[in-house]
């Protein structure tokens, strides 16, 4: 399997990083920046997403890193939320399901989407139903790409992991909080 790790940078309390996994030898990553292109406007100017081209090679069942890999597609994204006023740590995420259960549990992956712009909520204080249509399109389009994507859940014991394929994706009407490790 094939970890593609997405940085974001440029604001206060970032860096910040996003990890994807793909299932084939040589990715192309396009479909991961026309994600962030796609959903760009929901997040305030200044914040950038770097996509490399290339990553770190795992293996499925342990999560070792057993090589490198060298794809295609990268680049940088750059926000473009219009104002400068954001919810520092809050915004949604995308859910990732696979349909696979393991050890008794579904496997399931998610991605956070924060800071978003404050143009991105609406009165009730969730997300606003605009940006959860432009994220889900954006969120679907990804998952049904074409590019073996996926999920890593580590197990239970030592050498349990798996890697399962991503086949939609969700996203919540719902605010998701992130807190630091730093403090």
């Known amino acids: 399997m094939r970890r593609l790790r997405v940085s974001w940078d440029g604001l206060g309390g970032l860096p910040g990083l996003s990890t994807f996994y793909y299932g084939v030898a040589s990715p192309n990553v396009s479909d991961c920046k026309t994600f962030f292109t796609a959903i760009r406007d929901s997040f305030p100017a200044g ?25 295609s597609g990268g680049g940088q994204v750059n926000a473009g939320g219009a104002g400068a006023n954001y919810a520092a740590g809050v915004g949604t995420r995308v859910r990732w399901p696979t349909g696979v259960i393991h050890n008794g549990r579904r496997v399931l992956g ?22 959860l249509t432009t994220f889900q399109t954006a969120a679907s389009a990804y998952a049904a790409s074409g590019v073996a994507r996926g999920i890593w859940s580590k197990g239970r014991s030592p050498g349990d992991g798996i890697y399962a394929a991503v086949n939609s994706a969700e996203i919540p ?10 403090y």
Do not use: H, K, M
């Not at 997403?49 to 342990?62: H, K, R, V």
């Not at 009407?173 to 730093?182: E, G, I, K, N, Y």
């Open 47 to 71: 914040l950038t997403w770097n996509i490399p081209s290339s990553g770190d090679e795992l293996d499925s069942a342990t999560g070792a890193l057993t090589g490198v890999w060298v794809g």
């Open 110 to 131: 998610s991605t956070f989407l924060c800071p978003l712009t404050t143009a991105s909520y609406d009165q009730s204080g969730t997300i606003a139903a605009a940006t």
């Open 173 to 182: 009407d719902r605010v998701t909080s992130l807190r630091s490790r730093r």
